[in-house]
């Protein structure tokens, strides 16, 4: 048993570099909470202050942690090509109603390979006309890429917003085969 008190939760975190950039994992002892992208020194340290100020204790650096190390191994295979969905335990506890539906529904439902009108979504989810809805929850995401935020689309063809970019979205969608390669 940690020395830590009950109602404090212990987080741990690492940067990885990864074909996106650098990613910042971290996790609590219920599963990963927050994955980063774009994950400089300044964008990881303002990511442990929300971490701080949300689940109480100074985030600790452990890329070794077991839960941390797997999420890595993971990764690496994800961008390799020779894992296509991620088994990780997660913990929900940075979102919540409505956000945290719509994204275990995209967690659950879209595979792979595959994308989902943010429309649609918003009607798997029992809330048809929601798109906008949807959208901000895409935005909200605490877990991206492990909760595939990148498969969401316009049902116009466009490929949506992104809050890791959309050169980052067009690379995920790219080495999921839903788009071709860039060319340069």
Known sequence: MDSLGQD??????????????????????????????????AVRDRALERLTARLGGAPLED?????????????????????????????WSLISGFNRQVLRELATGVPYGNVVGYG???????QPGGAQAVGAAMGAN????VVPCHRVVESDGGIGGFGGGLETKR????????LPEPLF
């Open 8 to 41: 404090e939760q212990r987080v741990v975190w690492a940067v990885v570099d990864s074909d996106i950039g650098p990613l910042m994992l971290a996790a609590t002892r219920d599963g990963l909470v927050n994955v980063v992208f774009h994950a400089t020194d």
């Open 63 to 91: 890329p070794g942690a077991p839960l941390l190390a797997e999420a890595i191994r993971q990764l690496r295979a994800y961008f390799a090509g020779e894992r296509s969905d991620f088994d990780l335990p997660l913990d």
């Open 120 to 126: 649609e979504l918003a009607g798997r989810v029992g």
């Open 142 to 145: 605490p877990l991206p890429l």
């Open 171 to 178: 690379k995920l969608l790219a080495l999921e085969g839903v």
